[in-house]
């Protein structure tokens, strides 16, 4: 009867141990936040890379031209969506690199980490709703 105690004994504390599959768990956790954080930081340089790229054909005075010249009653309004979509990509961009910094585990190694990403997290706020205006504005 002892040894099955003794067996049983092992068999919950093993998975406590350093190797076990609660310290895998935790240890993997980790390294999820550190992929979001990745993948957050990759959608950030898309988005800001696409925002400015619209933003750079809709200021060409050449594509306005030929706006106007193809269809003048749509062409300001054109204009004006592919500014918003623009200046939205790039906003959202930030936004998106803020929650990369955000979700990152080793960015809290730091002491001011923790009022950093309280400043980010109420930047990110007043930023949607700064957007929200603008486009609320040409609805």
């Given at each position: 009867?002892?040894?099955?105690?003794?067996?049983?004994?092992r068999q919950?504390?093993?998975?406590?141990?350093?190797?076990?599959?609660?310290?895998k768990?935790?240890?993997?956790?980790?390294?999820?936040?550190?992929?979001?954080?990745?993948?957050?930081?990759?959608?950030?340089?898309?988005?800001?890379?696409?925002?400015?790229?619209?933003?750079?054909?809709v200021?060409?005075?050449?594509?306005?031209?030929?706006?106007?010249?193809?269809?003048?009653?749509?062409?300001?309004?054109?204009?004006?969506?592919?500014?918003?979509?623009?200046?939205?990509?790039?906003?959202?961009?930030?936004?998106?690199?803020?929650?990369?910094?955000?979700?990152?585990?080793?960015?809290?190694?730091?002491?001011?980490?923790?009022?950093?990403?309280?400043?980010?997290?109420?930047?990110?706020?007043?930023?949607?709703?700064?957007l929200?205006?603008?486009?609320?504005?040409?609805?």
């Open positions: 009867m002892s040894s099955f105690f003794k067996k049983l004994g919950i504390s093993s998975p406590f141990k350093k190797g076990g599959v609660i310290n768990a935790f240890s993997k956790g980790g390294e999820i936040a550190k992929g979001l954080s990745k993948g957050l930081k990759t959608v950030s340089n898309i988005a800001g890379t696409i925002g400015k790229g619209i933003g750079s054909v200021n060409n005075p050449l594509v306005q031209a030929g706006a106007m010249a193809i269809a003048p009653e749509l062409a300001p309004e054109l204009i004006v969506g592919g500014k918003l979509l623009s200046k939205g990509l790039q906003e959202g961009s930030k936004i998106a690199g803020k929650a990369s910094n955000l979700t990152n585990p080793d960015s809290y190694k730091k002491a001011s980490s923790i009022t950093d990403h309280l400043e980010n997290l109420n930047d990110a706020s007043r930023r949607a709703q700064e929200h205006g603008n486009v609320q504005q040409f609805v």
